[in-house]
């Protein structure tokens, strides 16, 4: 079973506006990190943020962690064409060197 | 470097065909992985590499098997392909070191008939 829920499971809006996207996890993580799919590619990193960490930011990325609620969101703001694609989270638990997914959101950008 | 390669890119079997996927890395790193990909979902662990010479169960190992050829060199291998196993396929890489992101391939699409 996957650890991970995401939240919606798809997500459209204009170009210019922000989106944000919602994980929750079932266990206690090392760390959580999100990828991003562009439709039939690999997964590409986008950030990574430990357990002992709030907030992260990355350009227009910003992901925010709560461990008490087992859960975590990624805002794209400024969205433009080319964030078209599917977003997941995967956690990393204490000791292990696996990844566990979600199932991903689904992210279109409108012009 | 190239990052982490796959072959085939496209496949195609017929239910009790057997084939090898492969994958390479060339970053020096230890840990490698085999994930699968079903329609509308996220990736689901097959078996992984700690690193040369090991090899470990994921989620969903039942009619797979693996090598870790090299330190380079993670191979998948289906047996008596099934339909269940139409899918896509990734292969990952990760460095030493507790915080790191994995390094995925492009994925090979696999069809069993």
């Known amino acids: 079973s996957q650890q991970g829920e995401e939240d919606p499971q798809a997500l459209s809006i204009q170009e210019g506006e922000n989106a944000t996207m919602n994980c929750s996890y079932k266990?206690?993580?090392?760390?959580l990190q999100w990828y991003r799919q562009n439709s039939g590619r690999g997964l590409v990193h986008l950030i990574l943020?430990?357990?002992?960490?709030r907030e992260k930011h990355s350009g227009r990325l910003r992901v925010t962690l709560d461990t008490s609620k087992k859960s975590s969101s990624l805002l794209i703001t400024a969205s433009r064409a080319a964030d078209t694609a599917s977003y997941f989270c995967?956690?990393?638990?204490?000791?292990?060197?696996?990844?566990?997914f979600g199932q991903g959101t689904r992210l279109t950008i409108n012009p | 470097n190239a990052g982490v390669t796959q072959t085939p890119k496209f496949q195609v079997l017929k239910t009790g065909q057997s084939m090898t996927l492969q994958c390479a890395q060339d970053?020096?790193?230890?840990?490698m992985y085999w994930y699968r990909q079903d329609p509308g979902m996220g990736l689901r662990l097959i078996y992984y590499?700690?690193?040369?010479?090991?090899?470990d169960k994921g989620e969903v190992p039942n009619g797979y098997n693996v090598s870790r050829l090299n330190k380079r060199e993670f191979s998948l291998r289906l047996e008596s392909a099934a339909p269940s196993q139409t899918s896509v396929y990734f292969c990952?890489?990760?460095?030493?070191?507790?915080?790191?992101?994995?390094?995925f391939g492009p994925g090979t699409r696999l069809t069993v008939l």
């Open positions: 995967a956690t990393v638990t204490s000791g292990a060197q696996k990844l566990v």
């Open positions: 266990t206690s993580i090392n760390n």
């Open positions: 943020i430990r357990s002992n960490e």
């Open positions: 970053m020096n790193h230890n840990s």
């Open positions: 590499s700690a690193s040369e010479g090991t090899t």
């Open positions: 990952a890489s990760l460095p030493p070191g507790s915080y790191n992101e994995q390094f």
